[in-house]
C-alpha cells in the first residue's frame, strides 16, 4: 500500500522502522527529514543484486541526497560517487568515500574544482563540451598530473520525463552531441595531460522505461566499436542515473532486469570485458526518506480549504520546482467520512507556489502529523533559507534507534557573515 516499504504504520500510528514518527517529533521538532538506513540498504541491494558477477561500479549521484552520513553509508558498502562539483568533492572526502571511485560530471567545472579531483585521484572526468577538454588538458599538464576522461555524449534519445529533468535531447545543454564525439575523441588523443578511459551518458530523471536506455545504449555500442577503429580503447562505459521511483503507483524500472537487457547487449557486441559504471542518484534514496510536519491552521473558504503546516517550499522544493506529487499520510490517520474536506497542503511563505500536495482528502485537525513521503532525493538538497527558515534537522533510523545526522539550522546562523554598512556614506561625485 505504501510507497516506501521501511515506513509502516504499528498500532495505528506511522513508524520509520521500528521508531514512531510520533516520537520524532516530539523529540526533534518539525519539520523534520527522517531517513531510514535499511531503506538505503535495501536500494543498495537491489543495485549489487543486478550487477553480480559483472565488472561494474555504481558511483552514487549524490547530488540527489549529500548528507555525510548517507555518502558515508554507501561509502562503506562499497559505493563511488558521481559529484557535480568540488563541494560534492569535500564531502566525499568528509565522509570517507573513496576518491578512485568518483566520476566528476557537470557543465560548468572550473579551474580550481579540476585541480581539486585530480590531486585527490578522482577515476574520472566526464568531459561535457570541447571547451571543458581543452581546458581540462592545459590544468592537467601544467600540473604534472594525468586526467582520466570520458566523453559525455548526448545520444538524442528522449527519456519521456519531465522537460527539466530530461538531458538527453539534442536541445539539453548536457555533453557532446553524438555524431560529434568521434572528432572530439581524436582531439582529446592529441592533447596532453589527458587519457581517455571511457564514454558516458546521463539521459535524464525519474525514467521509468527501458526502451530509453536501451535506445541510447545502442548508439553508445556503435561509437565504442567506431572509436576502436580509430585506435581508441575504451575501458568502461558509463549509463548515468535515471531510474525513477514510485511515488504513488508507477511501475518502476527493477536495475536486475534492466541491466541484464544491457548485459547482453554488451555482450553481443563484444563489448563485455567493459567495466560498467551507473550513476544512480533518486532511486538510491527517494524512498528512504519522509518530511514530517505539523498541522498549524486550517483554513475553509467556498473555494477551497487549505492545511497550512511548518514545511514549506524551501523545505521541499519539488512540487514547486516540478509539480511533482508526493503521497501525504498522516503519522496518526482519522476515519474518511463523506464529509471529510479535500485539501491543499501549504506552507508559511508568501508565495502562491508554497504547496506541498493539492487536493487531499483527509481527516486533518489542528497539530496532526503528517508524512510527506518519497523525500529522500531532491528534497534536503535543494532546500533554501527562504523567508528567514533554518532548514530543518535530518534524523535516520537504524531499527529501534534515531540518530541526529544534520542539526536544526539556529536562526543565527542565517545571518552570520552578513555585515552592516558604516553610518557615515561615502563621498559622492555628481555623476552618481
Ligand atoms: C543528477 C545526475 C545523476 C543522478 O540522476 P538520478 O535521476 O537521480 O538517478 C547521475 N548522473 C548525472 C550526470 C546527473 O546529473
Redesign the pocket.
Known sequence: MTVAPRFTFKNGTLHAEDVSLATLAKEYGTPLYVYSRAALQDAWESYARALEGRKALVCF?M??NSNLAVLNEFARLGSGF?I?SGGELARVLAAGGDPGKVVF??VGKQVWEMQAALEAGVKCF?VESEAELERLSRVAASSGRVAPISL?VNPDVDARTHPY?S?GLKENK?GIAIERAPEVYRRAKSLPGLNIVGV?C?I????TEASPYLDALEKLIALILGLREDGIELSHLDL?????IRYTDETVLQPVELFSQVFDRLDKAGLGHLELVL??????VGNAGVLLTEVQYLKHSEAKNFAIVDAAMNDLLRPTLYDAWHDVEAVNPRLVTDSTPVYDIVGPICESGDWLARERRMELHQGDLLAIMSAG??AFTMSSQYNTRPRPAEIMVDGTRSYVVRERESIESLFQGENLLPQEQAIRTKES
Open positions: 549521484g547530488k540527489a558521481d557535480v560530471s557537470g566526464n559525455r529533468i538531458t548536457f558516458d546521463h535524464g530523471s525519474q525514467i548515468g542515473g535515471g531510474i525513477g550513476e544512480p542518484g533518486r532511486s538510491l532525493a531532491y
